[in-house]
C-alpha cells in the first residue's frame, strides 16, 4: 500500500494544479478552433498540443525544461534557425507578379505596418512594458507569425508564448477583423472602384526582384537579412525555373516539418507559470489595437493616394487592408468582401494580392528596424 501512495505521491496526478488545468483547456481551445473552424490548424493543433504538454507536471516537456522539446527550443529558436527557413518556404509560395505590376502597392504594403508602431508606444508608455518587449509586441501588427516568433525569441522570449498565440489568432481572426474596418473607412463610392489590368511582368523582372531587393534590404537594414534574405532565396528557387526539386522541398516537405517543430515548441513555452498573468491580456489586447491600426493604415494611406491620382488611376481602398502579411487569407478577404459589396462585379483579388505580399517584406523590415535599434 505505502509503495502505491510513494508512486501516486511521484505522478502527475499529485502535482496538478489549477493553473495547469486553465491550460489544458486553453490548448483544448486552440485545437477546436484549428479543427472545427479551420483557424490556422498547421500551427493552432501542435501550438495548442504543445500547450498540454508543457503543463504535464514532472513530465519536462516544456521548452523550458530538460526534455527533447527544449532541444529543439534551445537549438531552433533560440538559435533563429527555424523562422528564417519558414520564410524561405514563404519565399517559395508567394508570387511577386502583382506588386511588380503594380509598384505603387508597394505603399501600401508599407502603410499597413502602422499598427505595429501603434501597439508598441502603447505598450512601452502606457502599459509599462520595456522597449524590448513593446517591441516583440507591436510587431503582431503585421500579421506574420514567423516573424513574430524571431523577434520575441531575441529581444523578449519570456513573452514568446502569448506573443506567438496572438500573432497566430489574429491572423485566423483576418476574415472577423477587417470587414467592419474596411466598411468603417470606406464609402460605397470607393468600395465600387475597379482596377484596370496591372501591366505584364517580364520573366527577368520576377527573376531580378528577389535578388535586388535581398540586396538593398539586407545592406539598409542588416539585422533584417535572416529575414528577407531567406524570403527571396526561396521567391529565386520559384522563379528561376530550373530548381524544381529544391522548388518543392522548400515549399513543400521542409516547412511542413519546421512548422511542426515550431509549433509544439512555441506552444510548450505556454506553462501556467509563464501565460497566466496580467501581462499576458495586455499583450492579447495590444495585438487586437495592433492588428485594427494596421488594417486601418493602409486603407487610409490609399484614400490619401487617391487624392494625387487621376481619373482611371485611381486605387481601390479596400486593398490597402491586405498590406498585412496574412498571405493570402487577408486578399481573399478584400476580394470577398468587395464582391459582395457590388454583387460581383469588382474583383480585386489580383490588386489585393499586390499589397498582401508587399506586407510580408514590410513586416520583415519593421522587426529589422526594431532590432537595428534596440540590440
Known amino acids: 500500500m505505502e509503495t502505491i501512495y510513494s508512486l501516486l505521491q511521484q505522478s502527475g496526478f499529485s502535482n496538478l494544479t489549477w493553473?495547469?488545468?486553465?491550460?489544458?483547456?486553453?490548448?483544448?481551445?486552440?485545437?477546436?478552433?484549428a479543427i472545427k473552424k479551420k483557424y490556422e490548424p498547421l500551427l493552432l493543433i501542435p501550438i495548442g498540443f504543445g500547450t498540454i504538454l508543457a503543463n504535464l507536471p514532472l513530465a519536462e516537456m516544456g521548452s523550458y525544461d530538460n526534455g527533447i522539446i527544449a532541444l529543439i527550443y534551445d537549438q531552433g529558436i533560440k538559435t533563429e534557425l527555424l523562422p528564417p527557413i519558414i520564410f524561405m518556404g514563404v519565399g517559395v509560395l508567394t508570387d511577386f507578379r502583382p506588386l511588380l505590376g503594380r509598384p505603387l502597392t508597394f505603399l501600401l504594403g508599407a502603410a499597413a505596418q502602422f499598427g505595429i508602431f501603434v501597439a508598441a508606444?502603447?505598450?512601452?508608455?502606457?502599459?509599462?512594458?520595456?522597449?524590448?518587449?513593446?517591441?516583440?509586441?507591436?510587431?503582431?501588427?503585421?500579421?506574420?507569425g514567423p516573424t513574430s516568433i524571431f523577434l520575441a525569441s531575441k529581444l523578449a522570449p519570456h513573452l514568446l508564448g502569448p506573443i506567438a498565440v496572438a500573432a497566430y489568432s489574429y491572423m485566423s481572426l483576418v476574415p472577423i477583423i477587417q470587414p467592419p474596418i474596411i466598411r468603417l473607412l470606406t464609402?460605397?463610392?470607393?468600395?465600387?472602384?475597379?482596377?484596370?489590368?496591372?501591366?505584364?511582368?517580364s520573366k527577368t523582372a520576377v527573376i531580378i526582384f528577389p535578388i535586388v531587393?535581398?540586396?538593398?534590404?539586407?545592406?539598409?537594414?542588416?539585422t533584417s537579412a535572416p529575414l528577407i534574405g531567406?524570403?527571396?532565396?526561396?521567391?529565386?528557387?520559384?522563379e528561376s525555373g530550373v530548381t524544381e526539386r529544391l522548388r518543392k522541398t522548400a515549399g513543400g516537405s521542409l516547412i511542413d516539418i519546421v512548422t511542426i517543430f515550431l509549433g509544439i515548441t512555441v506552444g510548450a513555452t505556454m506553462s501556467a507559470a509563464s501565460f497566466l498573468n496580467l501581462q499576458t491580456l495586455y499583450i492579447l489586447l495590444?495585438?487586437?489595437?495592433?492588428?485594427?491600426f494596421s488594417t486601418a493604415g493602409g486603407?487610409?494611406?490609399?484614400?490619401?493616394?487617391?487624392?494625387?491620382?487621376?481619373?482611371?488611376?485611381?486605387?481601390?481602398?479596400?486593398?490597402?487592408?491586405?498590406?498585412?502579411?496574412?498571405?493570402?487569407?487577408?486578399?481573399?478577404?478584400?476580394q470577398k468582401f468587395v464582391s459582395e459589396e457590388t454583387d460581383g462585379e469588382v474583383n480585386l483579388i489580383m490588386p489585393a494580392m499586390g499589397p498582401n505580399v508587399a506586407g510580408v517584406i514590410g513586416s520583415a523590415v519593421a522587426a529589422g528596424v526594431f532590432l537595428t535599434l534596440l540590440m
Request: net charge positive; charged share 15%.
Open 19 to 33: 493553473g495547469n488545468w486553465v491550460m489544458f483547456v486553453i490548448g483544448a481551445v486552440l485545437i477546436y478552433l
Open 121 to 144: 508606444l502603447g505598450a512601452a508608455y502606457l502599459l509599462g512594458f520595456n522597449f524590448k518587449e513593446a517591441a516583440a509586441i507591436g510587431i503582431i501588427g503585421g500579421a506574420d
Open 187 to 201: 464609402s460605397r463610392k470607393e468600395r465600387a472602384i475597379d482596377m484596370p489590368q496591372a501591366r505584364p511582368v
Open 213 to 222: 531587393t535581398g540586396v538593398i534590404a539586407s545592406l539598409a537594414i542588416p
Open 230 to 238: 531567406m524570403l527571396m532565396f526561396g521567391n529565386l528557387i520559384r
Open 286 to 292: 495590444l495585438g487586437a489595437i495592433a492588428f485594427s
Open 299 to 334: 486603407i487610409i494611406f490609399a484614400k490619401i493616394l487617391n487624392l494625387f491620382l487621376g481619373d482611371g488611376k485611381k486605387i481601390n481602398p479596400c486593398i490597402g487592408a491586405a498590406g498585412v502579411s496574412a498571405v493570402p487569407m487577408a486578399a481573399r478577404v478584400v
